[in-house]
């Protein structure tokens, strides 16, 4: 089955600070989803990524995904207290089921 | 904008009782999902269905049913509730399945339903 394993788990920065979450899969994936969720609510679509090598930028939020399509990261510049929340990534898998990593929650000082 | 929407956002039950929970999306999305989230474990599939009155089965479906009678609308029935169902659960819908149609299958999501069985 299609497997996601998110790094970290969790992350508490410094406002300001760059940050970076990664999301691994242990097959090539057709299309990586990065979701935010704030506590106790819903999931928000960020980006998706489908070649290899894109990149994609929405605010200060860039996501990429390797050559190989294994492997996405998040990377997060000049953090703000706004951007703290659970971030998820996503995939379809096999027989249409869409699989989620198990989430990287970030907290981000004042 | 896609809205999907949730028939409630707390709910308490007693075990042994029967659970309804609904979704709403107003998009005409064929697929429609249920997953609950747990601390440590993610978002998990309960199951999704891709067209009225279709139904698949996700990773863990046991202790639940399904039904979609109308394209908008997506139930997940708790036959016999259990403690061990006490979770958020979080509905969603998307468009289409195939990777051509580029980003018109991300999933868009409810806002939860937190469901605490005692």
């Known amino acids: 089955s299609q497997e996601l394993e998110q790094s970290p788990q969790s992350l508490i920065v410094q406002e300001g600070k760059n940050l970076t979450i990664n999301c691994t899969s242990s097959?090539?994936?057709?299309?990586l989803y990065w979701y935010k969720q704030k506590y106790g609510e819903g999931l928000i679509f960020l980006m998706m990524l489908q070649k290899g090598g894109e990149e994609k930028s929405h605010e200060k939020i860039t996501a990429k995904l390797d050559e190989k399509k294994q492997q996405s990261s998040l990377h997060i510049t000049a953090s703000q207290p706004s951007h703290a929340g659970i971030y998820l990534c996503g995939a379809l898998g096999n027989f249409n089921k869409f699989y989620f990593g198990s989430g990287t929650k970030l907290n981000v000082k004042p | 904008d896609v809205k999907v929407t949730q028939s409630s956002r707390y709910l308490v039950k007693r075990t042994g009782e029967k659970v309804f929970l609904e979704c709403v999306q107003d998009m005409d999305h064929e697929n429609m999902f249920w997953y609950r989230q747990d601390p440590g474990l993610g978002l998990r599939l309960i199951y999704f269905?891709?067209?009225?009155?279709?139904?698949e089965k996700g990773d863990i479906p046991e202790g639940y049913s399904v039904s979609r009678e109308k394209k908008e609308r997506f139930s997940l029935i708790l036959e016999s509730a259990s403690t061990n169902q006490t979770s958020m659960y979080l509905c969603a819908s998307s468009l289409g399945w195939s990777p051509g149609q580029g980003s018109s299958y991300e999933q868009y999501f409810g806002p939860g339903t937190r469901l605490t069985v005692t």
């Open positions: 097959k090539t994936l057709y299309g």
């Open positions: 269905s891709y067209d009225v009155k279709m139904k």
